[in-house]
């Protein structure tokens, strides 16, 4: 049941997008089109899950070691997001080299936004958040594929919204980003309708 909670908590009621607005470069940068937003939906699923896993394994066995010898653990915490960017870093090179190799028009259609999920603030989020809430292995794995979901989630929502959108008749001075900030807000505001699905301890 705790997983299940996780689940529902990442995915709907604190999506990292529309809930703590985290991955809003990626989020407005690639949703002009559906087969983008997908693209980017699968590369953040595979970045945020190994992510996860490799940060939780780098702060339980590395950061929070006892060092010193003194029975204090966490030794190495002031390190943590020096750490956790490495890692994430590696990741994203990875899953550029891969989409370069087997997609290379969907290498062509994230462009810049590709790289910058090195620096995508959703990804380390996730990481800090699964150190503070002390989740286990399989809790922050879990909660790693959830808020990838969450995330995929919002960006084909919006994607499909913005797509709906260019068929519209829109002033001309309310089209583009001030179309695409108004609507990501009304998307927000329509998840908060989930905030009392998972009961807050």
């Known amino acids: 049941m705790e997983l299940v909670v996780i689940v529902l908590t990442a995915v709907l009621t604190e999506n990292f997008v529309l809930s703590k607005f985290l991955g809003i470069c990626p989020f407005l940068g690639v949703s002009k089109r559906v087969s983008t937003a997908f693209g980017m939906s ?25 060092w010193n010898g003194d029975g204090q653990t966490g030794d190495l915490l002031y390190l943590q997001t020096i750490a956790f960017i ?30 910058l999920m ?19 292995f399989h809790e922050a794995l879990v909660n790693g594929v959830a808020a990838a979901v969450g995330f995929g989630l919002a960006l084909m929502l919006f994607a499909g919204l913005r797509e709906r959108l260019e068929l519209a008749k829109v002033p001309k001075s309310f089209r583009d980003a ?18 009392g699905l998972v009961p807050v301890n």
């Open 178 to 195: 001030a179309l695409a900030l108004v609507t990501a807000g009304i998307l927000s505001l329509a998840f908060m309708g989930f905030s």
């Open 86 to 115: 490495l890692v994430i870093a590696s990741l994203v090179q990875l899953t550029e080299m891969a989409i370069q190799k087997l997609s290379p028009v969907l290498y062509q259609a994230l462009g810049i936004y590709l790289p």
């Open 118 to 136: 090195t620096t995508n603030c959703a990804v380390l989020g996730l990481a800090v958040l699964n150190d503070l809430r002390e989740f286990g």
């Open 42 to 66: 699968a590369a953040v699923l595979f970045v945020m899950t190994l992510a996860a896993a490799i940060t939780w394994a780098v702060s339980r066995w590395i950061l929070r070691a006892d």
